[in-house]
């Protein structure tokens, strides 16, 4: 029997990185992954995949809207071919899983391919297929098997016409009218990506406005844009029935006033959220519990309660972000090692990859109100930017909210080209303690996005932006 100084139930970016910090630090590490390549949802399909699609597809975009206004002048048809498209979307997962093979080698990392199920709280069993279990030893053990696309328990999912996001990364046709059940995140990336490519796309949400966990003037000013790229939305529409026949999927949904409302189309993406993953994991033959949202319950050091287990990521309490699920896999690894490291939660980033871009950290100004906070607010238009009228990208805007007495940068709100870059200026001063008049007097170069920054924290700061 192999026996390890850890060994780390699945390969996403919480487990991989776990992996490799716990591989620097000395400790004989093996990782179990139950898929053929290593890199989990984030990589195969999720962050990546999607990214890859939301990139090619803006190409396009740009291409028939608005290459001619930059004087680019093609000749004949601009056509899309999807075929080509999810190819080198793949072909971007491929070397991206590579990779990740290619760093457990140069770590020393042993990879087990398999489904991992603990057989006590040291022992794990590895399956694969239907030959015999491996069994490994491990002193410590993590867990980071993720997440899976949640639904509704009276939508079927038949991976053809209603589908999850998994599916919608390799359709063969362009749809013709995609409803998209759900309006965060996910749902609007690959709306997005579809409705450029030149689907229909109906957005049916059961919140008063999407993207309901960020500020809302986020998701007032992303739904604004989004409504001008032709978008369709329902707010407040709860969905009670999804019916395929043939080629058809009709949704029917209550509006705000109790209404029944019918939507038709070839597609039905239901993206309500995600939801932990632990099937197989026989939790409970290590002593492991699960909470009512089957999460795996943590202390704040990602202890279960049986000390020498932990668990990382979406499969624990907290944002199912792949950059937390890192965090958390490095501060496992370092306490294992019997060092100190922290995570502050609040300073963990957000972000929506439309276009704009979405991003924010910190606290909303519906917590601070919540919270009794007195805070005072900075806003700056992306369009007065000379840089972002160069590039036609003048959408949005970035919102620094402070605290009145201390000045202290409580959080940082953005949307607009880059936004996703843009956030890590605000995450790297919040994380010094800095004030709105420290970001204030900081030198952007110029012309750049990030001036928006620096005008929103003169805003901040005596209500003194120098472009507005």
């Not at 919480?14 to 949802?41: D, F, N, P, S």
């Not at 053809?160 to 998209?180: F, W």
């Not at 309660?305 to 792949?322: E, K, P, S, T």
């Amino acid at each position: 029997m192999s026996q390890y100084d850890v060994a780390i139930i699945g390969s996403g970016p919480g487990g991989y990185v776990a992996a490799i910090r716990c591989a620097q630090l000395g400790m004989k590490t093996a990782i179990i992954e139950k898929y053929t390549t290593l890199g989990g949802t984030c990589l195969n399909v999720g962050c990546i995949p999607s990214k890859a699609l939301l990139d090619s597809s803006h190409h396009y975009e740009d291409a028939i809207k608005h290459f001619e206004t930059h004087g680019i002048d093609i000749e004949g048809d601009i056509k899309v071919n999807l075929e080509k498209m999810i190819g080198r979307k793949q072909a971007v997962v491929d070397q991206t899983t590579k990779g990740i093979q290619f760093l457990m080698d140069k770590n020393k990392i042993d990879v087990h391919e398999g489904l991992g199920s603990f057989k006590d709280a040291h022992q794990i069993a590895i399956k694969k297929g239907k030959g015999k279990a491996q069994v490994i030893e491990a002193k410590n053990i993590i867990i980071a098997t993720g997440s899976k696309p949640s639904t509704l328990p009276f939508i079927p999912i038949d991976k053809e016409r209603v589908i999850t996001s998994t599916e919608a990364l390799k359709l063969k046709e362009i749809p013709k009218h995609m409803i998209i059940i759900g309006g965060g995140v996910i749902g609007l990336e690959l709306g997005q990506v579809y409705k450029r490519l030149g689907a229909e796309v109906t957005v049916v949400e059961f919140m008063d406005r999407i993207i309901p966990g960020m500020d809302g003037s986020l998701s007032k000013e992303l739904m604004k844009v989004l409504k001008k790229q032709k978008i369709k939305f329902f707010l407040s529409h709860k969905v009670k029935a999804v019916e395929r026949k043939n080629n058809l999927v009709k949704v029917t949904a209550d509006d705000k006033n109790g209404k029944e409302v019918t939507f038709e189309g070839d597609y039905c993406l239901v993206s309500v959220g995600r939801r932990p993953y632990t099937e197989g994991l026989n939790a409970e033959a290590a002593g492991v519990k699960l909470d009512d949202k089957g999460r795996v319950v943590v202390n704040e050091h990602l202890q279960t309660d049986v000390a020498h287990i932990y668990a990382i990521g979406d499969v624990v309490r907290g944002a199912m972000l792949a950059h937390k699920a890192e965090e958390e896999g490095t501060m496992v690894a370092e306490l294992i090692a019997g060092q100190k490291p922290h995570i502050d939660y609040n300073l963990i980033p957000g972000v929506v990859y439309t276009w704009p871009e979405v991003a924010a950290v910190g606290k909303t100004e519906e917590q601070l109100k919540e919270e009794g906070v007195d805070y005072k607010s900075g806003q700056f238009p992306m369009r007065a930017l000379g840089r972002s009228r160069a590039s036609m990208d003048i959408d949005g805007f970035v919102k620094i909210l402070a605290d009145k007495s201390t000045d202290e940068v409580l959080g940082v709100h953005m949307i607009g080209a880059r936004c996703a870059d843009l956030i890590t200026e605000a995450v790297t001063a919040m994380e010094f303690r800095a004030s709105a008049e420290d970001i204030a007097r900081m030198s952007h170069a110029h012309p750049t996005y990030a001036e928006a920054v620096k005008e929103a924290a003169l805003a901040a700061t005596e209500n003194r932006s120098l472009h507005i």
